[in-house]
């Protein structure tokens, strides 16, 4: 039998539970929703608090904040707590009453109860990006037709990396068996979402155009460290060097401070100089990367 035939398999009436059978990931999928544990968040002493992990969709958040208070927004000055995912910290009660979808990223706005008022959070990173950049008026164009062409390449992220990530990366990457077929089907809507990217940036500077938005900012994590050879070391198979007006854009981006900055925020990999943990403080990128801590003992 070839080595990338699936197994024969028959589906049920009735699909069942198989506690520990879904790859890399299989302890932290489950078919139901709600807390498996009494669990409070930390709370720090800045009006947004973030509890995230340093993955694309996380990086996607801390770029934003970081790009905010480097344009002089000192209401975006924020508390990033880690929240482990593959230890069940997503099921915890405190996190899944942030976000009952128990997946990070998930923000607390705490600035209303200055006023008496209830704290306000939001889940899902594209309403994220949108409740930031609407609060500080900052990389969301407010010129209809701009606004118009910012949102829909924001929404095409959100609709496009599930099949990047949860399709391609799972059964390239992930999966307990490679099964020709799934890893064939995800590649093909991977590849075309790539040219999708290039042709566009082919025309323009950004993927709005001139301006640098909220859009690049939930594209990049994804879509550029793909191009860059970054995620799931599918370079070579996807062949993402032929995606030049892509990898144009992405080191662009990566030159910014601020992307560099919200890239290492709750990091819990790779070089230990990029990894932030936590981030309570812009200091802290100077004196609480992992390098800096070990060295410190
Ligand atoms: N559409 C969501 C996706 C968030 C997401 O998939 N988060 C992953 C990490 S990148 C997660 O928290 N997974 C934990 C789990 O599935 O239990 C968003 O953009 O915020």
């Given amino acids: 039998m070839a080595e990338s035939a699936p197994t024969p398999y028959t589906p049920p009436k ?19 929703a709600g807390a ?11 009006p947004l608090q973030l509890y995230s992990l340093g993955t694309p969709n996380g990086a996607k958040v801390t770029v934003m904040l970081e790009e905010l208070l480097a344009l002089g927004h000192a209401g975006a000055e924020y508390d990033a707590w880690l929240i482990r995912i593959n230890e069940g910290a997503q099921f915890g009660s405190g996190f899944v009453a942030v976000n009952p979808n128990s997946k990070i990223p ?26 930031l950049a609407e609060k500080f008026g900052a990389f969301l164009p407010t010129e209809p037709a701009q606004r118009a062409e910012c949102l829909s390449w924001l929404f095409w992220q959100m609709g496009s990396a599930p099949f990047l990530g949860g399709g391609f990366g799972h059964f390239y990457a992930y999966a307990p068996e490679k099964i020709e077929y799934a890893i064939d089907r995800y590649a093909m809507e991977v590849k075309r979402q790539m040219d999708v990217l290039d ?45 030049t007006n892509v990898l144009r854009w992405a080191d662009e981006i990566a030159q910014r401070p601020a992307a560099r900055r919200g890239r290492m925020v709750n990091r819990v990999w790779g070089d230990p100089a990029t990894q932030l943990h936590e981030r309570h403080d812009a200091t802290d990128f100077e004196t609480k990367t992992q390098d800096k801590l070990a060295a410190g003992g």
Avoid: C
């Fill in 14 to 32: 009735v699909w069942t539970w198989k506690q520990g059978h879904g790859g890399q990931f299989a302890n932290i999928n489950r078919p139901i």
């Fill in 36 to 46: 498996t544990h009494e669990a409070e968040l930390p709370v720090g002493r800045h």
């Fill in 106 to 131: 998930a923000l607390l706005d705490r600035s209303p109860e200055a006023q008496g008022g209830q704290p306000i959070r939001v889940f899902e990173s594209g309403a994220i990006l949108m409740y």
């Fill in 199 to 243: 042709r566009l940036l082919a025309e323009r500077r950004y993927l709005t155009g001139d301006d640098y938005t909220i859009a690049d900012m939930a594209v990049w994590p994804w879509y550029g460290a793909l191009a860059k050879g970054q995620l799931y070391e599918a370079g070579e198979f996807l062949q993402v060097h032929t995606y």
